[in-house]
């Protein structure tokens, strides 16, 4: 969906006056809406396709190398399955697919996204022995190579609403998200349904006892503990850049690892 830096960007939100997610709390929001993320992308499309721009990263790249490296510092199979919520530009699949994971799955309900991401992921060279394009579903099986060895790889991309995903979506081993669940928070319309959407969705997508990893500017982490209160037990909380103002500390963003029950 959309991108930022540790520490906000677009996908930051203004709170109402003394509200709360919980209480839906949450000032609406354009960004909320896929009519704006399809003109983002639709713009980035066309930026990447002139000057070969990826375009920006939501948290910046430290929060896909924080991401990876709990993956293997758990040691999470590199041909576990991976769904990657609201995939964007798709620069995660492809640090990722770098990373040496060959299961992997990136979802957006953008068009446009999913074109972009194809466009990006076939310049990294990662698509180049096969590249299938059918009904906005790209599907990339590549030989990899790093470290002078062969590998296959999978990497799906498709057009995928996640609050009403198709029944093949299921079955994955670790599911992520980085922003997706902030833009859904600032819908303008039922966005506390959404929520729970979302977490229905995820419940149905992940297996049991799988990991899902989340990194939220809008949310903090008593906040998500409540969001993802069913179904869904707290594994870590990963670690995350510190700002001070007036004398005080905290998180510019929260990072944490659920496993389903």
């Known amino acids: 969906m959309s991108e930022g830096a540790d520490g906000g960007g677009d996908g930051a939100s203004a709170r109402?006056?003394?509200g709360s997610p919980g209480?839906?709390?949450?000032a609406p929001s354009a960004l909320g809406t896929r009519e704006h993320w399809d003109a983002v992308?639709?713009?980035?499309?066309?930026?990447?396709?002139?000057?070969g721009d990826t375009g920006e990263i939501w948290f910046g790249e430290e929060s896909m190398t924080r991401?990876?490296?709990w993956m293997q510092k758990h040691k999470i199979p590199l041909d576990a399955s991976v769904l990657d919520i609201g995939t964007g530009n798709g620069v995660f699949l492809v640090e990722l697919a770098k990373s040496g994971f060959s299961n992997i799955t990136g979802i957006d309900y953008s068009p446009s996204a999913i074109r972009l991401s194809?466009?990006?992921?076939?310049?990294?060279?990662?698509?180049n022995i096969k590249l299938k394009v059918t009904q906005l579903v790209i599907s990339a099986t590549c030989l990899f190579i790093s470290n002078d060895l062969f590998k296959f790889q999978r990497i799906l991309i498709q057009v995928e609403d996640f609050l009403n995903p198709s029944t093949k979506l299921s079955g994955f081993h670790v599911c992520i998200d980085k922003g997706t669940f902030d833009a859904i928070s600032l819908h303008p319309d039922s966005a506390v349904e959404k929520r729970k959407q979302y977490v229905q969705s995820l419940s149905r997508a992940l297996n049991v006892k799988g990991f899902f990893l989340i990194t939220s500017c809008n949310w903090t982490k008593e906040e998500l503990l409540n969001e993802f209160s069913e179904g869904f037990e707290l594994f870590e909380e990963l670690p995350t850049p510190k700002f001070t103002f007036?004398?005080?500390?905290?998180?510019?963003?929260?990072?944490?690892?659920?496993?389903?029950t």
């Open 246 to 260: 007036g004398g005080r500390s905290g998180n510019s963003v929260a990072a944490l690892v659920f496993q389903k």
């Open 118 to 127: 194809g466009s990006i992921i076939e310049k990294e060279g990662l698509s």
């Open 41 to 51: 992308y639709e713009r980035e499309l066309q930026t990447f396709q002139e000057y």
């Open 16 to 18: 109402s006056p003394g």
């Open 23 to 26: 209480g839906d709390g949450f």
């Open 67 to 69: 991401l990876i490296r």
